[in-house]
């Protein structure tokens, strides 16, 4: 017998003993075979229900919204803050949160700011969400008196964020934080800094300037 005809042999009692395996553990094919199926269906049935939780979550959201903007305030913030409450992680879910925060803004309600907050990470997945909350954190933290913890939300919300006029924004409001402090320098710097770089945005390059001319006058 000749090598090739060696091989083919070895090859065929290979495939007559896996034959012979399957058919001597069959059962546990079967049973291995069922558990696969059984993964995929409810990995499928997952996905489906996932799918079908965030649509719920953008219809009640968006109608929710609607109420808000046509002036049905209190039914709009119920049904808000229930799509909150119950699909944080969702992209209703988030819509939701703005809303409930620029409520609780615009009517002073310090309490239901913080809470909102501090309470949820829902913005986690979405980076200008996050970066806005962030800001939001800080200036209240400047208002409280924190001013380090002001600085560290402020770049925090850097780190996350790489749209330029945006960023500008924040480093603006750090100028704010250390002129507040009364670290003049450091507040110089960071306007010099814009300065150089030649702002194509009229109202921050204005507000920059009036900065710089509040500390030109203190530094006198």
């Not at 949160?97 to 909102?116: F, G, P, Q, T, V």
């Not at 960023?167 to 100028?175: D, F, G, P, T």
């Not at 194509?200 to 006058?217: C, F, K, R």
């Amino acid at each position: 017998m000749d090598k090739k005809e060696l091989k083919q042999d070895l090859i065929r009692d290979r495939i007559i003993d896996s034959i012979q395996y399957i058919s001597d553990q069959w059962q546990y094919v079967v049973a291995l075979l069922l558990f696969v199926a059984a993964g995929i269906s409810a990995f499928s049935f997952l996905s489906n229900k996932e799918s079908d939780r965030f649509n719920i979550a953008s219809e009640m959201s968006g109608v929710a919204q609607n109420e808000y903007n046509q002036g049905d305030i209190e039914f709009a913030i119920e049904d808000l803050e229930v799509v909150l409450g119950d699909y944080e992680d969702t992209h209703g879910g988030a819509q939701a949160y703005i809303y409930l925060i620029y409520d609780a803004y615009i009517n002073n309600d310090d309490s239901k700011l913080e809470s909102l907050l501090e309470d949820y990470s829902i913005y986690s997945d979405d980076p200008l969400l996050e970066s806005s909350i962030l800001e939001t954190k800080a200036y209240r933290s400047l208002g409280s008196g924190d001013y380090s913890k002001a600085i560290d939300l402020l770049n925090k919300s850097l780190k996350i964020n790489n749209m330029d006029v945006l960023k500008v924004r924040l480093e603006i409001a750090k100028a704010r934080v250390y002129i507040d402090s009364k670290e003049y320098g450091k507040a110089e710097s960071i306007l010099s800094s814009l300065e150089d770089e030649g702002l194509p945005d009229a109202a921050q390059q204005n507000t920059i300037d009036e900065l710089s001319s509040y500390l030109s006058h203190i530094n006198k």
